[in-house]
Structure formats: C-alpha cells, structure tokens
T-cell receptor
C-alpha cells in the first residue's frame, strides 16, 4: 500500500524566513510520481510540481525548491524568503505509474507566515 | 476552457436523503477522480475512472456510487446521507502521457453538511 507522511501538522514563521516542509513516502512500485499542491485559505487546490521516480534532480522555481532523495524516500519542499501570501496548507501526494487518477495524499502541513 | 466544474458549491442534507454531486471537465481527460477532504486527514480517494464506462473504488467508497457514461461527466451519488459524510468533496481530472500521469486538475469543491 502507498503511504505519504507529512509529520509537520503546523508551521509558523515570520516573513522572510526560509521554511522546509517535509514529505516522506512509502511505495513498493519502482516507478511512481510525486506531487506538491497548495491549498490557500480560499480552498482551491493549486498544483506546484510533479516529479517522477527516475528524476532525482532538485528543482528550483523562483522562491520554491524541491529536494528529492530516493534513498530516504523523501520529497521535501523549501520556500525561501517566505511571504504572507505563502500561508496555506501544503499537500504532498504520491501517484501510481499506471493510473493517473489514483493519488495518495499526505495529511497536509498548515504554513502560517506572519508579517 | 472552464476546466473542472462542480455543482453545487454548498449543500445541506438531512440524514437519509440522497443526492448527486455533479462534476464535468472540458479538457478531454480520460482520468477522473473523486476525493473527500476532512480536517487533519488530507484528501482521500473515493472512486475513480480511467475512461468512459470504467470505474473503480478508491480508499473510502462506502456510501457512494459513481458512473461514467461520457468522457466529460463523472457524477458522485450519495445513496443515503449520513453525518459521517459531512466533508468537502473535490473532483479531479488528468491524462496519462507517455511519461506517466500528469498533474490532477481539481474542481473548486463542494462543501456538504449532513444533519
């Protein structure tokens, strides 16, 4: 069975601090896909990144960066110089190779960025 | 493109009532899914479909039915509503490429309360 653990339920930081959200996953598949989604207070789910299990390159997109380490089954997300608009719930999710419609989500991390 | 649309946005039911949550997408995606989101539990998969006429159960299917007669529509039926089905329901769609599944596109959600 697939499982995603986001051990940090809530994180609170002050604006301009860097913050890392942890994601640890379990799967028996050799090919799998990892995702991060953002859910702002308005409630919609916003896609941030997709990574397949064969691509262990770290990725940077503006203030966002992702660190994928297959050896520790982790896919951590760092926000550099956080801003108040980053306040949201962030979800990590694990997808199967053969079915894009089956995602296993972590429980989410509530990030609050204070001015 | 409207993307993924869901109706209604809000619904209050009494225990034992039935209803259908509507979901439609105009992106010609083959895969569609229904998730429920409860506080502290992330999103859990209810049912999913890999194409018109093909559906399967997810993690928490009890009390729900689905059908997929067209590529565009994927309604979720609550057979006899129970207070435990109070939740926010998200519909999603995606497609499978040669490099695996792409990100899921989520609808805005339906907030359901069962009294």
């Amino acid at each position: 069975a697939q499982k995603v653990t986001q051990a940090q339920t809530e994180i609170s930081v002050v604006e301009k601090e860097d913050v890392t959200l942890d994601c640890v996953y379990e799967t028996r598949d050799t090919t799998y896909y990892l995702f991060w989604y953002k859910q702002p207070p308005s409630g919609e789910l916003v896609f941030l990144i997709r990574r397949n299990s064969f691509d262990e390159q770290n990725e940077i997109s503006g203030r966002y960066s992702w660190n994928f380490q297959k050896s520790t089954s982790s896919f951590n997300f760092t926000i550099t110089a956080s801003q108040v608009v980053d306040s949201a719930v962030y979800f990590c999710a694990l997808g199967e190779e053969t079915s894009g419609s089956r995602l296993t989500f972590g429980e989410g991390t509530q990030l609050t960025v204070n001015p | 493109n409207a993307g993924v649309t869901q109706t209604p946005k809000f619904q209050v039911l009494k225990t034992g009532q039935s209803m259908t949550l509507q979901c439609a997408q105009d992106m010609n995606h083959e895969y569609m899914s229904w998730y429920r989101q409860d506080p502290g539990m992330g999103l859990r998969l209810i049912h999913y479909s890999v194409g018109a006429g093909i559906t399967d159960q997810g993690e928490v299917p009890n009390g729900y039915n689905v059908s997929r007669s067209t590529t565009e529509d994927f309604p979720l039926r609550l057979l006899s509503a129970a207070p435990s089905q109070t939740s926010v329901y998200f519909c999603a769609s995606t497609y499978q490429g040669t490099s695996g599944p792409f990100e899921q596109f989520f609808g805005p959600g339906t907030r359901l309360t069962v009294l």
